[in-house]
């Protein structure tokens, strides 16, 4: 199973939970693996082609030494099949997962080089409330310490608050709290985003047409988030506010409270999920129990989940917040399903299954994926657009915290196949992320620069 | 060119794309090494003396040279276990990808890395207002820059293959040869601004290394025709 713990940073109250926490999910875990199983169908065909492109073909000498100990592998018990389908493809999905983050991180990079704004000091958050103007050095970290002491409590405090929410199936509190904080992300930021950038480049735009272009934008986004819309717009819009929530962050915190805070919140995410009263586990284990998804404002899907919703006609009878949440138990069920007929079906591999619904299920089959949380999107962009906008050695550092995340996320990835369950994303990502901001900045720049002063290459 | 490479060749396959940032990470850890062992010697000598840290900066170099060879070796080591992995779960015996890809492609990761570090300064810098080579040096800076960058990335994927295919069978004079190519090439480099020493022999070597990983990949003439008529 997927999922990534993220943790959540609260920016003003309702964007608290809008980033709290994102487990991966628990439901999704059998699916997953069906899923897998399923998904084999679409994606073996193309993995053959790739195959047979490749230099490799069954005749070759190596596949020859190889068959011999693939056949005893294939004779094996169905788990095998899983763990190797999930080995296999996890490629796949890593790539889906690094696309995305990728992505934020382009645009929050961006964004930082070339709008002043957000790297200007025009105050803080309240919840980061001392100042790091101190004229010695220990008084710094000690207000640093401070700040991200209060900053991990707050944090901790809401998730312990959503999670009780939860527990107690106060659902409709939850949900508008999810889209009031998703509201003012995308109006609210959008607009302070939108002026800075035409600021920047000189372009003037007038109030109405400002307004019409942030309705469209907003109106479209929470439908996008919270109701049914095409994937890739969804994932669009998960990425422009992690993206923009990114950029507050980075406007706001001051430098060492950042990075102390981005610390601790690795251990926190990694205490929170893992530990067996950690919050968010709290949280995925009673999703799980109740069988559904986590909220899917607060996740970053690879893969599609509602179309089922859209073809089931049961379902239809229902409330649209209900429909989201059933369309994935039935997507789910679905998924099961298929795989059982799959695993009989070898070696045929047809994308088309011998039974009745077939054009919803190869939808569902196909495109099962990995979940992220949008929390660890956010982080992943601030250690990165921290490197962009406060190293001197600029994109060197840049650049070297953006391979340390894609290679911690891909170690995650690995650890996920290994231990299918929820993981903390943050952790591993985030520590090479920081060892490599601050190696790079201070062993590597003078080196590069002397270097690139002498025109020396090595 | 580089990065119409990784468009073409590696974007498709995601195991591909994970194996590159993997030898782009390999190389930046080697990188990260050998800047921490340079500055710790710059640190421990005078500042003051030009010819000292001329030298030391020499030294830092073939160190790093050194180095990169050597998590090149590494990763080839957790290359191989790896595909040693991938085959023993693979349904049909056959590892998805081969030996020699992942050489390719861990060449290109190597590649564009040390590319992207030497280059992207420049880059950024060269979009702002100047004039090159102001205080007296080459006007050439940026060009030469580009045209060596664009070497060390080729030459760095054809190591890659060279590299591994030498691992894979034992033979250590092609190692030994990647590592003597290599030194040669950032030695070269030091005749820098005499652009006339350090770019045409990496040319020269990047033609030859070229050859040779194409032929190693069991290319021939006969082959490069095939490929030039029928296109398929």
């Known amino acids: 199973m997927i999922t990534f713990m993220n943790n959540s940073d609260s920016e003003e109250e309702p964007c608290n939970e809008r980033t709290s926490l994102m487990s991966a999910e628990s439901p999704p875990v059998p699916s997953y693996q069906d899923g897998l199983q399923a998904s084999e169908a679409g994606e073996t065909q193309a993995h053959r082609k790739r195959r047979a492109g490749s230099s490799r073909s069954p005749n070759n000498i190596t596949a020859g030494e190889m068959s011999g100990s693939g056949v005893p592998v294939r004779e094996s018990a169905l788990e095998n099949e899983e763990e190797e389908l999930t080995l296999k493809y996890g490629a796949k999905h890593v790539i889906m997962l690094f696309v995305p983050v990728t992505l934020c991180m382009i645009v929050v990079v961006a964004t930082i080089k070339s709008v002043r704004f957000y790297t200007e000091k025009n105050g803080q958050l309240i919840y980061t409330p001392f100042s790091e103007d101190t004229p010695s050095v220990g008084q710094r970290l000690l207000n640093s310490v401070l700040n991200t002491i209060i900053m991990i409590s707050v944090i901790i405090v809401m998730t312990v608050f959503l999670v009780l929410l939860y527990k107690y199936r106060c659902y409709k509190f939850i949900h508008g709290w999810l889209i009031l904080s998703s509201l003012m992300l995308l109006f609210l930021f959008t607009y302070i985003y939108l002026g800075e950038v035409l600021k920047t480049y000189n372009v003037a735009m007038d109030y109405p047409t400002l307004f019409i272009v942030i309705w469209n934008f907003g109106a479209v986004g929470m439908i996008c988030i919270h109701w049914k819309g095409p994937l890739q717009l969804q994932q669009a819009y998960l990425i422009m506010i992690s993206a923009l929530m990114a950029l507050v962050f980075i406007k706001y915190l001051p430098e060492w409270s950042a990075w102390v805070i981005l610390g601790a919140i690795s251990i926190y995410d990694l205490m929170a999920v893992l530990c067996p009263k950690g919050p968010l586990r709290m949280l995925v284990e009673t999703a799980q129990e109740r069988n559904e998804p986590i909220f899917p404002a607060l996740i970053y899907s690879s893969a599609m989940m509602w179309t089922v919703g859209m073809a089931k006609p049961d379902t239809a009878a229902r409330g649209p917040s209900q429909q989201t949440w059933d369309a994935a138990e039935d997507g789910r069920e679905h998924l099961r399903s298929p795989s059982h007929a799959e695993s009989q079906m070898s070696e045929t591999r047809s994308p088309v299954p011998t039974r009745p619904v077939t054009s919803l299920e190869e939808l569902e089959e196909e495109e099962r994926g990995v979940k992220l949380g949008l929390g660890d999107f956010i982080f992943y962009s601030v250690l990165v657009g921290k490197a962009a906008a406060t190293a001197s050695g600029d994109w060197n550092t840049t650049l070297a915290c953006f391979v340390a995340i894609l290679i911690g996320l891909c170690l995650t990835l690995l650890l996920l196949a290994v231990f299918k369950k929820a993981l903390p994303a943050l952790p591993i990502s985030i520590t090479f992320g920081l060892i490599f901001y601050f190696s790079t900045d201070n062993l590597v720049r003078p080196f590069m620069d002397t270097l690139a002063s002498h025109q020396l290459y090595i | ?232």
């Not at chain 2, 990065?3 to 498709?12: K, P, Q, Y």
């Not at chain 2, 710059?42 to 030298?55: C, F, I, T, Y």
């Not at chain 2, 890395?113 to 007296?136: E, Q, R, Y």
């Not at chain 2, 080459?138 to 890659?160: C, D, N, P």
């Open chain 2, 1 to 232: 060119p580089a990065f119409g490479l990784f468009i073409f060749t590696i974007a498709r396959d995601p195991l591909r794309i994970i194996i590159l940032i993997a030898g782009a990470f390999f190389w930046l850890v080697s990188l990260l090494l050998s800047s921490l062992i340079w500055f710790i010697a710059v640190k421990a000598s005078d500042p003051q003396d030009e010819r000292l840290q001329k030298g030391l900066l020499i030294f830092g170099v073939m160190f790093s040279v050194l180095l990169q060879e050597a998590f090149r070796f590494l990763y080839y080591k957790l290359l191989r276990k790896a595909i040693e992995g991938l085959v023993a779960l693979s349904e049909d015996g056959c590892s998805p990808i081969s030996i020699q890809q992942m050489a390719y492609v861990a060449g290109v990761g190597f590649g564009l890395m040390s590319g992207a570090f030497s280059m992207i300064n420049l880059l950024a810098d060269a979009l702002g207002p100047g004039t090159v080579g102001i205080h007296g040096d080459s006007q050439l800076y940026f060009l030469t820059s580009a045209f060596m960058t664009m070497v060390l990335i080729f030459l760095h994927t054809f190591w890659g293959i060279l590299f591994f295919h030498g691992c894979e069978h034992r033979r250590w004079w092609e190692i030994a040869a990647v590592v003597i190519m290599h030194l040669t090439v950032s030695g070269s480099s030091v005749c820098n601004p005499l652009y006339v020493g350090s770019l045409v022999p990496s040319y020269l070597l990047m033609a030859a290394a070229a050859a040779w990983a194409y032929l190693l990949s069991g290319g021939s003439a006969q082959n490069l025709r095939r490929f030039l008529l029928c296109k398929c």
